[in-house]
């Protein structure tokens, strides 16, 4: 067993769980993470409920090395995530004098109003994420950070959270796909997995104007290993008699 | 309280945990239910590992009215959900005649090989899955519905499954933008939350080449209600001096 951090994402918002918005934030927050050598382990989706936020954010910061939190860090009243997480670990909130002094200076004279001051509560013991895109900040309280649900604030965040997180062990990928049935190479790569135990192999079937086929991932710590896997993968694919191509990852 | 019935999305599959897919499913599935006043509560997504998969089934079936899952059915060393999906039911798992059947008619002589074999195994007790995309099926059992990962064949699965489903009440939406920081009427919007407390608010910030502003949306179960609803958010907005426009939902 290594010690490679892990992580879960947590997205909050009736908007995902109605279909009305595709969540994009977990792909990119999974991306960024992998950059690192963390395992983005679990996602999981709830909507604007307190005691759901609550649940979810215990269940996952006990387990995992790090949770990230997307939504629910607006003015307006269906913006609850900073209450949910202050009650997950059982601490106070209350306005930021900081954050307060940050966003006052943002607003013209009489339009820094009661909701927007919601947005300066933080927290107890809490400490701030800040970012290029929004006065307002996210917050970083124990191993979890929250971040706005909008993609070009989540983004900014992630910058300024990505140089504090502890780094693993980089996972290294490599993409071999060939116009052939999964079904036909399924037993040819299962042994390949089981003479690469310590990577993982996927196996994704795709279907597209030019035809269907198949792309097989390679993935593991150790880079030597994910490319001999690779090079494992072509040749047995030309052994099938199908012609292989390496797919940039 | 009603009993309209809910659900939950769990989605399996490495790929989704390293960004190197983008599920689209979840998004899909929650735009057909939300037709038949089925209200999508949780999504999970964890990776290729049976524990994880039987965990996470577990902790959702017991909850929600209904599960559905995406990913992990087809023939490679990966595809491990049937297996999981018997192991969360404590029941058997085995060759389904009719499904080998179908499969053996489906593959030219000498091409159905075992690990194409390893999609008829169906959990015992389980129904089966039938869809227009993929012979192979996908599976039925207690309040769980297993569908493959690839879009258009757990589209071709949903079509089977939509008219098995209890329906519940419509859940009418109406969404209302207009271009104004969401902070300005943020006071304004609790009110009519407040005097709409049977149904849920949204306010959603856009970021477009035409400007910013919000959408806000009303959604609920009495269609009289959310109309109502939306005609005061128009006011409201009129009030606050910005020209509401209704969107379609």
Redesign the interface.
């Known amino acids: 067993m290594s010690d490679d951090p892990t992580a879960a994402v947590l ?1 909050i ?12 934030n ?6 960024m993470l ?1 950059a690192l050598g963390i ?10 409920v307190e005691d ?1 936020i609550v649940a979810a954010l215990n269940a996952l910061r006990s387990r995992y090395s790090y949770v990230f939190t997307t939504g629910g860090i ?6 609850i995530t900073a209450d949910a997480v202050a009650k997950a670990f059982g601490v106070g909130i209350d306005y930021h004098p900081e954050v307060l002094a940050m966003l006052g200076a943002r ?1 013209k004279p009489g ?1 820094f ?4 001051k ?1 947005m300066a509560r933080i927290p107890l013991g809490a400490e701030l994420v800040r970012n290029s895109a929004s006065v307002a900040p996210g917050i970083h309280i124990g191993n979890v950070y929250v971040m706005a649900g ?1 993609p ?1 604030i989540m983004r900014a965040m992630m910058e300024d959270i990505l140089p504090r997180l502890r780094r693993g062990r980089l ?1 290294h ?1 490599a993409t071999v796909e060939a116009p052939i049935a ?3 190479i ?2 040819a ?2 042994k390949i ?1 089981q003479d690469f135990s310590d990577l ?6 795709y ?1 597209r104007e030019d035809g269907f086929g198949v792309q097989l ?1 390679a ?1 593991g710590r150790d880079a030597a290993r994910v490319e001999a896997a690779a090079l494992a993968i072509e040749a047995m694919l030309c052994v099938q008699g199908a012609q292989p191509t390496r797919v940039k ?1």
């Open positions: 997205i918002g009736d908007e995902i769980l109605s279909g009305r918005t595709q969540d994009t977990t792909s990119y927050i999974a991306r992998g395992d983005l382990r679990e996602v999981r989706v709830v909507g604007d759901e607006g003015p307006t009243h269906d913006d607003y339009e109003n009661e909701m927007r919601r909008v070009a996972v990928c999964e079904g036909r399924a037993e790569l299962m997995q993982a192999l996927g196996s994704y079937p279907y991932v993935r990852s």
